[in-house]
């Protein structure tokens, strides 16, 4: 019974999902052509036939599994499609593959995930993960692109690793952490008003740290080393219950990120750009002050889809997207976005309580920490209440690897959640 109402709120959402996109794909072409998308219908049936095949595994999948991630999935993708199309046609068209792809990732993910348990394995995807983490550093593999190496190219493929590699260290941190929760939760070391445990104890959270300095130092990718470093400390608080790790983890990441910006010239810039970007307004600082005049040109309504000139902002299609879609919806659709990410956040989070097994409650923590952490660094830097990174809004901005890791994770999401309910009905009707 709830499986088949769970499900049917999710098509009634996808529905829902699918004309509120269809709707902003119509207005952007009126606002940019002044005519209806003679594409419209084929478009509508391709998304909406990608979302029914998604919806029709999840049924036979993972029938018990929440019914509103798929939905706002969907939402955000769709409306991250009409702002690419907005600016790049043939981006466009690559992004509508990489959805296909994504899709396709997230039914195999369900399909061969038929067990958690299964991924129970903490030091095989720790070294998965280490190893895609750091692949973009293997000479004649790594690729520099924008200046961050985090691009592996093998043929005419090319990916970010880092993208597949945070769902693998999630769950190896996870089955970690399962294994030391006790020998982390006891603190006998203190200093000053603070516990914590042995100092031998610690090295997990300093080889953390030591990763995503090096991810800092060589890759030159601020974004995600602060998304491993604040994953595996949120894991480990959750875990523990021990605030203790968070004030740790924050001085640690601290004193590198200082000794970062005193060492190395591009995470000078980025705080530099974060701190007074009209220093230089016509080069380094461009692109965030043109972030600011698009929200700004928003206002609280927007311009309307297609009537904005998001075009004038560098790399709108990737890092300023969320600009992009501010300038022409406004700080109402803006807000819309924000919510959709919440709603989805606090989703992975009941599946994280209602869950009674360790392992299933750290990972839907984890991927949900992964899920909240970014979007809420990509808007940070946007809005300069960080400085900027170079992470993709999840779902919305372009990007291959990112879009098929971020319905990956989605489908562990949903694994956990079937999981769950499945365990709570048998122990009902026991």
């Known amino acids: 019974m709830i499986g088949a109402h769970r499900r049917t709120t999710e098509l009634g959402l996808i529905v829902l999902a699918v004309i509120v996109v269809g709707a902003a794909y119509t207005l952007a072409s009126l606002g940019t052509e002044a005519s209806i ?38 939402l955000l993708n769709g409306l991250g499609y009409v702002w690419i199309a907005r600016l790049d046609k043939d981006l466009a068209a690559l992004q509508a593959t990489w959805t296909a792809l994504g899709i396709l990732g997230f039914v195999l993910t369900l399909l061969f995930v038929r067990r958690m348990r299964d991924l129970d394995t903490p030091y095989t995807l720790m070294v998965v993960g280490v190893g895609l983490l750091l692949l973009p550093l293997v000479p004649g593999v790594g690729r520099t692109i924008n200046g961050a190496r985090i691009w592996v190219a093998l043929g005419p493929v090319s990916f970010q690793p880092g993208e597949f590699a945070k769902i693998a260290l999630a769950i190896s941190f996870a089955a970690y952490l399962v294994r030391k929760r006790e020998v ?7 200093i000053g008003p603070f516990a914590f445990p042995e100092p031998r104890d610690l090295g997990p959270v300093m080889l ?8 800092m130092f060589f890759e030159k990718d601020l974004g995600s080393s602060l998304l491993f470093f604040a994953l595996f400390i949120t894991m480990v608080w959750i875990a523990t219950q021990r605030a203790t790790y968070l004030v740790l983890g924050t001085i640690l990441f601290s004193a590198g990120a200082f000794f970062a910006w005193r060492t190395f010239d591009h995470v000078q810039t980025r705080v530099t750009i974060w701190l007074n970007p009209w220093d230089d307004p016509a080069d380094k600082g461009f692109q965030v002050i043109q972030g600011w005049f698009s929200l700004a040109a928003g206002g609280v309504t927007g311009k309307g889809p297609g009537l904005g000139q998001p075009g004038l902002i560098p790399a709108a299609d990737t890092d300023f997207i969320f600009a992009a879609i501010g300038e022409e919806l406004g700080l109402l659709g803006g807000s819309l976005i924000l919510v959709a990410f919440v709603l989805m956040v606090g989703a992975g989070l009941r599946i994280a309580l209602t869950t009674d097994r360790e392992f299933d409650k750290l990972l ?20 300069r209440l960080l400085p900027l990174t170079g992470v993709t809004l999840p779902f919305i901005s372009y990007g291959g690897s990112s879009l098929v890791a971020n319905y990956v994770l989605l489908a562990l999401l949903l694994r956990i959640s079937d999981d769950s309910t499945r365990r709570i009905n048998e122990g009902a009707a026991a």
Do not use: E
Not at 208 to 215: H, I, T
């Open 37 to 74: 998308p003679a594409n419209v219908v084929p478009f509508l049936l391709v998304i909406f036939g990608l979302l029914i095949g998604a919806h029709i595994a999840v049924r036979k999948l993972a029938p018990l599994a929440d019914g509103i991630l798929l939905p706002l999935a969907a």
């Open 184 to 190: 982390l939760s006891m603190a006998t070391f203190k």
């Open 208 to 215: 953390a740290w030591g990763f995503s300095l090096l991810v």
């Open 364 to 383: 839907a923590a984890g991927l949900t920490t992964l899920l909240g952490i970014q979007a809420f660094i990509i808007i940070g830097g946007v809005t």
